[in-house]
């Protein structure tokens, strides 16, 4: 079945570490999407990528970079210079036209200790 | 004040009540989406709908234009209806970003 494909579901890094966070599709979606998910907040917009080797920052970039070298996988490095990186990460995909709305996948809960 | 405004913020009720949702909006939008996050953080989507009403096994989502206003019901809830449901749209001014409520959380007693 198609899908998105996120891993790993939780995640334990040191403080000053970066880290990726993988998200792979296999829904021939031409759209990806990174939000960070705080505690009673809504999802916040990290990065998002409408075609490969082509990436935008979202509200709240800093701190992250992201690449799209393939279509299929759009990874997310949380950066020592991201603050507060502890969160709940999801990547999502669209299509272009998003007419069919969006697919999520199950998440990566970080935990920077 | 948020652009996207859910209600309630929780809502407890028994299994085989009628279940309603609120979402207002204060942008223009093309699309609203109802979305449904389980404990384990996964999101699925359950509509996008632009206009009038849709319906999906015991759920329904209706969206008024003119009234900035969405609905979500879910008839004869079930235990496993418990989730938080979030209300997001797509603006008419940005293609790819959506403005998310901060959703409801939903749980159905036996």
């Known amino acids: 079945d198609g899908g998105i494909t996120q891993s790993p579901k939780y995640l334990f890094r040191k403080e000053g570490q970066n880290v990726t966070l993988s998200c792979e599709q296999n829904?021939?979606?031409?759209?990806m999407y990174w939000y960070r998910q705080d505690p009673g907040q809504g999802l916040r917009l990290i990065y998002y990528s409408q075609i490969v080797n082509d990436f935008q920052k979202g509200d709240i970039a800093e701190g992250y970079s992201v690449s799209r070298e393939k279509k299929e996988s759009f990874p997310l490095t949380v950066t020592s210079a991201q603050k507060n990186p502890t969160a709940f990460y999801l990547c999502a995909s669209s299509n272009r036209q998003r007419s069919y709305g969006y697919t999520f996948g199950s998440g990566t809960r970080l935990t920077v200790v | 004040k948020n652009e996207v405004e859910q209600s309630p913020q929780n809502l407890t009720a028994q299994e085989g009540e009628f279940i309603t949702i609120n979402c207002s909006y204060s942008v223009g939008i093309s699309a609203l989406h109802w979305l449904q996050q389980h404990p384990g953080g996964g999101i699925v989507s359950l509509f996008m709908l632009s206009s009038g009403k849709k319906k999906h096994g015991r759920l329904i989502a209706t969206i008024n234009i003119q009234e900035k206003h969405s609905s979500l019901h879910i008839t004869a809830s079930h235990p496993r209806d418990s989730a938080v449901y979030i209300c997001a749209v797509s603006t008419v001014d940005s293609n790819y970003q959506l403005i998310w409520g901060a959703g409801t959380k939903l749980i159905i007693k036996p």
């Open positions: 829904l021939n979606h031409d759209a």
